[in-house]
């Protein structure tokens, strides 16, 4: 599991270990079908993005791929990621999908996923990249339960929080908009929870950015899910939750 530092409540920036941990599986049933974190993940999807690869989906056009290779590098210098380095560099600097010098990464992602330096330098980058960055935003709106947090954890890793339409923080205004205010603002969290999913599942169906466009309208289940976990009540995030979509079938204990 991730590193992040606990607070003197025992809270991972707002998430008892439990609820991040429910919070990571559910992010997991939506990427790659199973609670189990798939470190050996990669798949081209076409999507605009390169190569995606690892528990969260790192791509080769982002940033964050780049980011577990050098960190698992400055462990392990001789690994047989370290040649793409430069490659994975001229991707994120021209914002790239281009996957035609990538002969080869996706095997060498595989066999580095056996490497707990490799699974390790995953987990720092997702909760660098990620978690952190959404319990930020989290905190700036005001959420207070574990759901909301769970959703905006979700949403960070699917849309990024990027300045594009498509980003958690254009997501975070339009919701405002909407729904009137924050709830740090008075706005009642449940409330602004609805509003942010159907939000979420509109921009999810009909994307700014054309390339994401059929995989992202695949995805509006996820957002089901989670409008079927508000109306349960289970705000809090408790165990288990049973997933039932017609394209994801699993439980978080």
């Given at each position: 599991?991730?590193?992040t530092?606990?607070?003197?409540?025992?809270h991972l920036?707002?998430?008892?270990?439990?609820?991040?941990?429910?919070?990571e599986?559910?992010?997991?049933?939506?990427?790659n079908?199973?609670?189990e974190?798939q470190?050996?993940?990669?798949?081209?999807?076409?999507?605009?993005r390169?190569i995606?690869?690892g528990?969260?989906?790192?791509?080769?056009?982002?940033?964050?791929?780049?980011?577990v290779?050098?960190?698992?590098?400055?462990?392990?210098?001789?690994?047989?990621?370290?040649k793409?380095?430069?490659?994975?560099k001229?991707?994120?600097?021209?914002n790239?999908?281009?996957?035609s010098h990538?002969?080869?990464?996706?095997?060498?992602?595989?066999?580095?996923?056996?490497?707990?330096?490799f699974?390790?330098?995953?987990?720092?980058?997702?909760?660098?990249?990620y978690?952190?960055?959404?319990?930020k935003?989290?905190?700036?709106?005001?959420?207070?339960?574990?759901?909301?947090?769970?959703?905006?954890?979700?949403?960070i890793?699917?849309h990024?929080?990027?300045?594009?339409?498509?980003?958690?923080?254009?997501?975070?205004?339009?919701?405002e908009?909407?729904?009137?205010?924050?709830?740090?603002?008075?706005?009642d969290?449940?409330?602004?929870?609805?509003?942010?999913l159907?939000?979420?599942?509109?921009?999810?169906?009909?994307?700014?950015?054309?390339?994401?466009?059929?995989?992202?309208?695949?995805?509006?289940?996820?957002?089901?899910?989670f409008?079927?976990?508000a109306?349960?009540g289970?705000?809090?995030?408790?165990g288990?939750?049973?997933?039932?979509?017609?394209?994801h079938?699993?439980s978080?204990?």
């Open positions: 599991m991730s590193n530092t606990k607070t003197e409540s025992g920036h707002g998430l008892t270990p439990d609820q991040k941990r429910r919070a599986q559910l992010t997991s049933i939506f990427e079908d199973t609670t974190l470190y050996a993940y990669t798949e081209d999807l076409h999507d605009g390169g995606t690869a528990r969260a989906g790192f791509t080769t056009r982002d940033g964050d791929a780049l980011q290779v050098e960190i698992y590098t400055k462990k392990l210098p001789q690994n047989n990621l370290a793409f380095l430069p490659e994975l001229r991707l994120k600097t021209e790239s999908g281009d996957t990538l002969r080869g990464y996706a095997d060498e992602w595989k066999k580095a996923a056996h490497d707990p330096a699974r390790a330098a995953q987990d720092q980058v997702v909760d660098q990249q978690y952190e960055p959404s319990a935003y989290a905190d700036e709106v005001g959420l207070k339960t574990a759901l909301a947090r769970a959703v905006l954890y979700d949403s890793v699917q990024g929080d990027g300045d594009d339409p498509d980003g958690l923080p254009a997501l975070l205004k339009r919701t908009k909407a729904v009137g205010g924050t709830p740090k603002r008075g706005i969290e449940k409330k602004w929870l609805e509003g942010f159907k939000i979420r599942r509109e921009d999810l169906e009909n994307p700014h950015a054309k390339d994401t466009q059929k995989a992202w309208r695949e995805s509006v289940d996820r957002v089901d899910e409008s079927r976990i109306k349960s289970n705000y809090d995030l408790h288990p939750i049973k997933v039932d979509t017609p394209q079938h699993a978080v204990a």
